[in-house]
């Protein structure tokens, strides 16, 4: 059984830039759940997808978007960077069915640092 | 809005020796889960233990356990036999109806050898 992964481990961008992360869930599971940690914090949620649609949002503006595919894996975009989005993103799938809760598995993480 | 409170930012235990982390929380609804996770410094956040909020009985895995009062919504780590591993940020998360986890602060754990 493969873990969640996420790519890329490490990433340096400049204020204004955009950027892409990638996050590959677990087999099975039709979830997957963004946080932002940003460093000595605990993670806030950003936002869910559930079959392919959003599915809950945390504080979060606008310019923080993703996309879920047909596999489940997800994408999670920023726009137009600012310095306190550097942060630890993380990535977490689960198999969500009608009234049962699931553990959220979490991937490694990327490191984004926005100069 | 459901928050996590940890109140000790560190916390440092002797090898072998027993620790307590604890957690609050507040909530108005009636059905919900609540984790402690466990993140070393490789960033990977670890599933050490999981309550249902409508177990009685305080959930156990090998050796760390949990003390649940639900009526105080106190939610408190306990890791028995500390071990050198054991070392990283500890994080009460909840999670509710909306399938998302909120986290506290965290409780970044030594052990001294």
């Known amino acids: 059984e493969t873990g969640v992964t996420q790519s890329p481990t490490h990433l340096i961008k400049t204020r204004g830039q955009q950027v892409t992360l990638r996050c590959s869930s677990q087999?099975?599971?039709?979830?997957v759940s963004w946080y932002q940690q940003a460093l000595g914090q605990g993670p806030q949620f950003i936002f869910q997808?559930?079959?392919?649609?959003?599915?809950g949002r945390g504080n979060f503006p606008p310019r923080f978007s993703g996309l879920q595919f047909p596999n489940y894996s997800s994408e999670l975009n920023v726009n137009a960077l600012e310095l306190d989005d550097s942060a630890l993103y993380l990535c977490?799938?689960?198999?969500?069915?009608?009234?049962?809760?699931?553990?959220?598995?979490f991937g490694p993480g990327t490191r984004l640092t926005v100069l | 809005a459901q928050t996590v409170t940890q109140s000790q930012p560190e916390m440092s235990v002797q090898e072998a020796e027993t620790v307590t982390l604890s957690c609050t929380y507040d909530?108005?609804?009636?059905?919900?889960?609540l984790f402690w996770y466990k993140q070393p410094p490789s960033r990977q956040m670890i599933l050490v233990i999981r309550?249902?909020?409508?177990?009685?009985q305080n959930a156990t895995e090998n050796r760390f356990s949990v003390n649940f009062q639900k009526a105080a919504k106190s939610f408190s780590l306990k890791i028995s036999d500390s071990q050198l591993g054991d070392a990283a940020m500890y994080f009460c998360?909840?999670?509710?109806?909306?399938?998302?986890?909120?986290f506290g602060t965290g409780t970044l754990l030594a052990v001294q050898p």
């Open positions: 977490a799938s689960s198999l969500v069915l009608a009234g049962v809760y699931n553990e959220q598995f």
């Open positions: 997808y559930y079959r392919e649609e959003e599915n």
């Open positions: 909530t108005s609804e009636s059905d919900y889960y």
């Open positions: 087999s099975g599971h039709n979830t």
């Open positions: 309550q249902e909020a409508y177990k009685q």
């Open positions: 998360a909840y999670g509710g109806a909306t399938n998302k986890l909120i």
